[in-house]
């Protein structure tokens, strides 16, 4: 058995903790850490804005003139630059070091998601099993491994701020104002105690050198197995217009269109944990130290969920796995638009991301697969879709997390919630009706060709 496959994913999942043990934890902390005048809130806003244009057009030319693997590595260092602004964070470091991480932020995640499509088909081809099978299960196993960056990231945040000789405690008169039983946007949009400034320096510092690790691990290891594909594409370059446009022209395709609801509700719902339930549930109740806590409790049920559920989906199908994600979204946000936090229920503070992370690694695992499954001619192209798709969701939640209540925000994320369970199945049921036949993407040995599309690209042969 080729065990090279298998060893590429690993490095890029390993790859993506460094980097989001870094990023992650940045974004859970945004809008408590910086809360001044919503700095933190609008340079995520800034962020998911970024990715959206980035989109429209970077995937495509990054990936065919640079190869997935060194995509994935300059990417990288957009991200690294993020961590570098909030070293000392102002208007005029956080925006552009977000605007920067948002043009590396789409062709990261294609970059990726091509990759790991690439290796599931190579990998599905040797052992003479279904393509999205293979995918599935790889995908599995990257969540399994990346989610984790929750925990290590926001572990790191509450055992260096939990150093603080700043903490105070919660008054009963700032407690009404934590939870959505209480509107009003001015009260809760005031700043909390922050930590000490030199605690915030050790902890950006570390985020910075495990990003910077994050880079020399897939420029080490990581193997480069479109290189031929890369090649040809720089030897016989498409005009740029036609890949700038590859991604808007799979909007011709219904079953892309009918997807757009549930991509924009992952955006919705990992935007409502990371910056509502983190400041105005965990923040406003308990501190700013619990804020990692939480987050943990996130990550590590995201993460054994991603790995137990890419596996289940060659039994039960992408479907039932949907709505079970569907079923605990709708619990989790109905119980949170009636419950008034309490310190004294602090085993439920740590209860909801937790469930979160069991829904999150179903959107996140079967999403990402659907995509590969669905379009497997135009990878590039739909990954771009999916990561602007979900970029807006991030964008409009975080737009409008200043200005309204919320519980407004509670109802829209319903919304949209509800609106996915409408169209998803129509996607569903197209693709069992008319299944998308899957493409030989080739092997690792003996030089041999996969057509694609009319092209011909040649896989280089890789030693076991």
Request: with cysteine.
């Amino acid at each position: 058995m080729n065990r090279r496959n298998l060893k590429n994913v690993l490095v890029v999942s390993i790859g993506f903790l460094s980097l989001f043990t870094a990023y992650g934890g940045l974004q859970s902390l945004q809008s408590s850490l910086n809360a001044e005048e919503g700095m933190g809130v609008a340079s995520l806003s800034v962020i998911y804005a970024s990715i959206i244009i980035s989109s429209m057009f970077l995937p495509p030319l990054m990936i065919k003139n640079l190869g997935c693997k060194w995509t994935i590595v300059v990417s990288m260092a957009c991200y690294v630059s993020y961590s570098f602004g909030n070293l000392y964070p102002g208007w005029y470091t956080l925006i552009p070091t977000s605007a920067i991480l948002g043009l590396g932020g789409s062709p990261l995640w294609s970059a990726k998601c091509t990759y790991l499509t690439i290796s599931g088909n190579l990998q599905a081809s040797i052992d003479g099993k279904k393509g999205s099978d293979v995918i599935n299960s790889y995908f599995g196993i990257f969540f399994f491994i990346f989610q984790s960056s929750a925990v290590w990231g926001n572990l790191m945040s509450s055992l260096i701020f939990g150093q603080d000789s700043n903490k105070t405690s919660i008054s009963e008169e700032m407690l009404q104002y934590c939870g959505a039983n209480v509107c009003d946007v001015t009260l809760s949009n005031t700043t909390t105690p922050k930590p000490e400034q030199k605690l915030v320096h050790i902890l950006v510092g570390c985020y910075i050198g495990v990003g910077i690790l994050a880079m020399i691990i897939v420029a080490v290891f990581l193997d480069n197995i479109d290189q031929e594909q890369t090649r040809q594409f720089r030897g016989n370059r498409e005009p740029f217009c036609q890949t700038f446009l590859s991604t808007f022209s799979l909007l011709k395709d219904r079953r892309l269109l009918m997807l757009i609801p549930l991509t924009m509700y992952s955006g919705f719902e990992q935007s409502f944990l990371s910056g509502e339930y983190t400041k105005n549930y965990v923040t406003c109740a308990l501190g700013i130290h619990y804020v990692g806590y939480a987050m943990i409790c996130f990550g590590a049920t995201n993460s054994v969920c991603s790995f137990a559920f890419g596996k289940l989906a060659e039994y039960t199908g992408r479907a039932p796995l949907f709505f079970l994600a569907a079923l605990i979204n709708l619990s989790c946000i109905l119980a949170l638009l009636f419950w008034k936090p309490d310190p004294g229920q602090r085993p439920l503070f740590f209860v909801f991301p937790a469930l979160w992370g069991m829904a999150d690694a179903i959107w996140q695992t079967q999403t990402n697969a659907l995509y590969g499954v669905l379009f497997p001619r135009a990878k590039e192209a739909a990954f771009a879709n999916y990561r602007m798709w979900e970029s807006l969701g991030f964008v409009i939640a975080f737009a409008y997390s200043t200005f309204i209540c919320l519980e407004t925000k509670l109802y829209i994320l319903l919304s949209v919630l509800l609106l996915t369970a409408v169209t998803y199945p129509v996607v569903e049921y197209a693709e069992n009706k008319n299944p998308t036949p899957p493409i030989e993407e080739g092997i690792y040995s003996n030089k041999k060709e996969a057509k694609e599309g009319g092209s011909t690209f040649i896989i280089a042969e890789l030693s076991l």
